[in-house]
């Protein structure tokens, strides 16, 4: 399911890892991060080993979805922190849709490099936010929802493949130390009609949404929808 151009380190570890959709197609792409190389057992002195020589963010399409879904690597298109022009070690990394422009946006966070003999600490890399840059013409719409992670939207599709139905729901992060925006979402639409769109609020209620009314290409406010916990308390 992922292509086989998708290499790391021999210690990689990949600290951060999450779906989402970059494109506005409506499938979720695929998008990790590594940090620095795991110390082999021979090295002493330092709990991580040293800094990784071929490390940068990778950026997986998915190109269909269903029994085999299949994820194409667009690297070398994404820009120069997920090209290979520049190497560097993360720790983790979220998302958000900084500005709401139905494009996801990414923050990744630098991965420290101890050396517990010496008691030092150092980075390669700082904390970035990186902008989605997207012109694709696919449709989408926004949905400001409470700030409850959990949330699930169910989304009823109708295109020229027919009927399809998707489920979307609020993520806290994607990595170590991390939270990604768990008050909104953008949903990509493609080319299909958006016919339903249930939400399910993670206390267990949920309701529906009357679609005409919703504007696409911009955020619509659902917030106060979902009641709170204690509401639904005896």
């Not at 709990?47 to 399409?61: C, V």
């Not at 990186?130 to 012109?135: A, K, V, W």
Request: a negative charge; charged letters at 20%.
């Amino acid at each position: 399911l992922l292509p086989n151009t998708v290499r790391s380190d021999s210690y990689l570890t990949h600290w951060g890892v999450l779906f989402a959709d970059f494109d506005r197609d409506g499938l979720e792409d695929l998008v990790y991060a590594g940090g620095i190389p795991v110390a082999p057992p021979w090295r002493t002195g330092t709990h991580w080993g040293g800094t990784s020589t071929h490390n940068h963010i990778i950026l997986l399409r998915a190109t269909h979805e269903g029994d085999a879904p299949y994820f194409d690597d667009v690297s070398e298109t994404a820009g120069a922190r997920f090209d290979g022009r520049v190497i560097a070690d993360y720790f983790s990394l979220s998302t958000a849709d900084f500005d709401r422009d139905g494009c996801t946006d990414l923050i990744v966070t630098p991965s420290p490099i101890d050396d517990f003999a010496s008691g030092t600490r150092t980075f390669n890399t700082t904390l970035r936010l990186l902008r989605n840059q997207c012109s694709y013409p696919n449709q989408w719409v926004g949905l400001d929802l409470d700030d409850d992670i959990g949330t699930l939207a169910v989304i009823s599709l109708d295109g020229s493949s027919g009927p399809t139905v998707r489920y979307r729901v609020i993520k806290g992060s994607g990595g170590v130390g991390s939270r990604s925006d768990t008050a909104s979402m953008s949903i990509g639409v493609g080319d299909d009609s958006l016919i339903d769109l249930q939400i399910r609020c993670s206390n267990g209620s949920q309701f529906a949404v009357d679609v005409d009314s919703l504007r696409l290409g911009e955020y619509n406010d659902l917030r106060g929808r979902c009641p709170t916990r204690s509401a639904l308390a005896p």
